[in-house]
């Protein structure tokens, strides 16, 4: 994973924090705990292995043996960061995201967006694959043969909500180095 890539992200998660943001904890009021210079989310925490469903901190876990040790180590985020990354990619290939890849398309804001890689990546960074599997599938739906988003209709504040995410970070990371994720060696 290239550190522009890894940059580009902590640049819009924790720019301006102390220790290069990775001491950082922000507490959410309907996402908990968000963590260190990529701000991993529950979910992020959970998909890596850091947390149990319950909010626990997983002993076994791979990375730290406490909350503060992990935002303490800078190692142990960037480990983290690379194996959410990764099942996040593996998400979207086997769900077939891909073949959105060069497709263009004009997005709920009315913006021509491309679909990329690196794109897609950041965009599950932020909203979750599963967000980002969604949205590209509405897209391809409400455009049916055109590349003019149709219609709000029919989805809520919260799926526009977190559509803006994946439609911000497809149309920000479009053209941000890129290339297959592996652990960062420090």
């Known amino acids: 994973m290239p550190a522009e890539f890894r940059n580009e992200i902590a640049a819009r998660e924790s720019q301006g924090q102390p220790n290069h943001g990775y001491s950082v904890r922000r507490e959410h009021r309907q996402y908990g705990p968000i963590l260190g210079r990529y701000q991993l989310t529950r979910l992020a ?19 730290a043996s406490s909350e503060q040790q992990f935002l303490d180590d800078p190692r142990a985020q ?39 890689e690196v794109g897609m990546a950041a965009a599950a960074h932020r ?32 799926t526009i909500g977190l559509y803006n995410f994946v439609e911000t970070r497809l149309r920000e990371f479009q053209r941000v180095s890129y290339r297959r994720l592996r652990p960062l060696q420090l």
């Open 45 to 63: 925490q959970m998909q890596v292995g850091l947390i149990d469903a319950d909010g626990n901190w997983r002993a076994d876990n791979p990375y």
């Open 78 to 116: 960037e480990r983290a960061l690379a194996a959410y990354l990764r099942d996040n990619e593996r998400q979207l290939r086997d769900a077939g995201a891909h073949e959105f890849i060069g497709r263009t398309f004009v997005g709920i804001r009315g913006i021509s967006i491309t679909v990329t």
């Open 127 to 158: 909203a979750g694959a599963q967000t980002v599997i969604a949205y590209l599938r509405d897209l391809q739906s409400r455009n049916a043969g055109t590349n003019a988003w149709r219609s709000y209709r029919g989805l809520g504040d919260t």
